[in-house]
């Protein structure tokens, strides 16, 4: 779960629907993107979306999103 994500958007106020309307996906999308169970590995324009709906730097998408893969990795080898 990227609660990086869920966090900021219940820090804003939003639903996933409102993130997702923002971004033009469907909220079931925007739900797996938050669950981890899509974008797998994030593409830029889905990290601009974000940027943009959440109000949050590229950059610290950037940065949660490679400590999001560094724990995925771990659990797998532990």
Request: positive net charge; proline residues 1%; aromatic residues 8%.
């Given at each position: ?16 629907s409102d ?60």
């Amino acid at each position: 779960m990227r609660e990086y994500l869920k966090a900021r958007r219940k820090e804003k106020g939003l639903k996933q629907s409102d993130v997702a309307a923002s971004m033009g996906i469907s909220r079931n999308y925007y739900n797996y993107i938050e669950a981890g169970k899509r974008q797998s590995r994030m593409d830029y324009e889905t990290m601009e979306k974000l940027s943009k709906a959440l109000s949050l730097p590229v950059k610290q998408i950037v940065e949660s999103e490679k400590a999001y893969i560094e724990s995925l990795y771990q659990n797998i080898l532990a």
